[in-house]
Structures are given as C-alpha cells and as structure tokens.
DNA sequence: CACAATTAAATTGTGCACAACTAAATGGGG
DNA sequence: CCCCATTTAGTTGTGCACAATTTAATTGTG
C-alpha cells in the first residue's frame, strides 16, 4: 500500500483485506449484540427493541413511519416488532384521527416506567467494551462517516 | 465528561449516548450489508455467503466445525446457508471419513472460479466507503478490540 | 469391554432485516 | 368534483443469528 490509498497490493492481497474488515465489523456488531442480550434479558427486550424504547423514551409518542427514520428500520420490520412490544404491554398503537394511515406508537405506563430500570444499561455496556466515553465517542464519528458514505454508495447502486 | 473516562454526566446524558453508539454500530453494520448486497448480487451470493466463500478461497476446504470457528458462527446458522451453497453449486459437504460426525466443506470447480470474479469486490467496496487503507486498517484494529472486550464480557455474563 | 461424557451437525423455534407487494387514505391537477 | 399518483402500514417470503434440543459418533475411564 501506499500514503494515497491507491492500491498496490495484488487483488490476492484485496481480497484477505477485505475479510479482515467486512468479518470485523460482522462480528463486532453480533460481540454488541450479545452483550445487550445478556443485560437486557432482565427487561425482557431484544436489542432492537431496546432501540425503539431509547427513541420513545427520548422523543415521546412518535407515528411508525418517524420511528422508522430514527432508526432507518421501514415497516416490514417495525410492524411486528411493535406488535411483540404492545402484547408485552409496553406501547399502544392507535390510528391517527388526523390521518388515518398514520400509526401513532404510544408508551404505556409500563414502558415508561421501564425507563428507569434501564438507567442502568449505559454504565454496563460502556464497562463491558473497555473503553472510556471519549474512545467510544470517536469510534462512533468513524461509524457515522461509514454509513453515510456507505448509503450514499448503495444509492448510486453498482457502476464498476 | 472528564479526562478519565469516568462518568459525569447524569444517567439520563447516558441513555442518549448508549443509543448513538449501538445505534451507530447497528447502522453501519446494515449500511454495510447493503452496499455488499448491491455488489455480490452478480455473483448470486449474500453477505454472509460470501464471507463463507472467502474462508474457502483463503484456507481451502474445511469442516462445518472450523469454518464456524473462523466466523464465529455455529452450526446452526451454517447449515442451512452450506445448503443453500450446496444447491447453488459452489461447494460439496462430505461426511469424513476419519470421523463420522464430521462434515467436510469443498469447492467444487465452480466455487473456486467464482473466486476470479470476486477479486473486483473488495476494490468497489473501498471506493464505496470512501475510505483509505489506512482507515481502514484502523477502524478494523478498533472494532476487533472492541470485540474481544465485548466477547469477554459476554462470557463473565451478567454481573451489575 | 461397557458405559458415561464429550463432540459435531442438524433441527426447531424465535426474532430481525429487507425486498416486493397489498390495502387504504390522502391530496393535487384536470 | 373525480381520478390518479403518493404516502403509510401491513403482509409475505427469504435469509441470517442464536438458543435449545436432538442424533450420532467418538473418547475416556473404570
């Protein structure tokens, strides 16, 4: 490799690169993923639904359709995952008198007041990575970076 | 915040950030699904199959078991994806001989040619995240710590 | 040798991600 | 005012991840 970035590392050597990056963020996220399991089998939600609950905890009562552009999710699979969140009693789902094909998800009192047992959950993850706030701070300013390069790139789809 | 990465911030600052950084890792793991989805679906594989090719490609033919152990992946999620391999002609999944409870994963003729036309990936992957080698490199060395703190923790379970 | 413990795959069941499609409501242009 | 393009949820089908269980082969130990 060169300070450019232009390759010149044979395809062979490409090709174990690029292993090594797509396997490492594949298995980081599953390592994240089995950390949140573990803790959040007290509060009895799966990591997404776990991610639902931060978005209504912190912007209250939102229709699917803004709960998806929160968390780029669309409805195919919001719709059942909100279905499993309302029969374990944590949200409502009511059509809009306004506009009835918005849904507007609703937390129940049970789902707010899950909020405070999920206080805790930050400080455990964040002891669990080993890192300090500023490290995860970072991480996450490269993360965001790649995903929106990454989007736009799946947008201007597959031109070799 | 302060220098020591010890916790300032109320609880409630925490639960914010706890969602940026799942949420930052979840998203950039499925951005970069996507951008993967986009390129290999002129090679007919997914995500998770072309990881699976690659291991191949690197280590030549293996048991169910090693395979797994390069993935972090059980037999579980890779026996019915190996079918799926299987059906489209890439490998054969042999009992061995030496052991009958093993099961020996080889490319067939037709897989290992695929490899040719899997070179091209990696360089278009590159340019989609807009990423040099050298950030790439990086990023990778950080999610892999990341990983191996997540991976220990997960097994030291579940301790407040 | 016999038998219990271990190991390797496969199977089953649950949940998530996403593409493709459907159904119903809305809203703007002729 | 009516029709049609758009918008919003939901449904269906495929594939992956993982826990729990099952089956079969192997290994270790008395």
Redesign the pocket.
């Known amino acids: 490799m060169n300070r450019t970035g232009t390759p010149t590392a044979p395809q062979e050597e490409w090709l174990r690169l690029d292993r090594q990056i797509c396997f490492s963020l594949?298995a980081a996220a599953?390592a994240f993923?089995?950390v949140y399991?573990v803790i959040l089998k007290d509060l009895g939600l799966?990591?997404?639904?776990y991610l639902v609950m931060l978005v209504l905890w912190e912007h209250g009562d939102l229709?699917?359709?803004k709960l998806?552009e929160h968390l780029?999710?669309?409805?195919?699979?919001?719709?059942?995952?909100?279905?499993?969140l309302e029969s374990a009693g944590l949200v409502r789902?009511e059509r809009s008198a306004?506009?009835?094909?918005?849904?507007q998800v609703r937390l129940t009192e049970e789902g707010s007041a899950l909020r405070e047992r999920a206080l805790q959950v930050p400080r455990r993850i964040a002891a669990a990575t080993g890192f300090d706030i500023e490290e995860i701070s970072a991480l996450r300013s490269r993360l965001d970076e790649l995903t929106i390069a990454l989007d736009e790139a799946a947008l201007s789809a597959a031109a070799p």
Chains 1, 2 share one sequence.
């Open positions: 594949h599953r993923n089995g399991r799966t990591y997404p639904q229709p699917v359709k998806g780029r999710l669309d409805s195919g699979t919001l719709s059942p995952l909100l279905k499993r789902r306004r506009d009835e094909r918005s849904v």
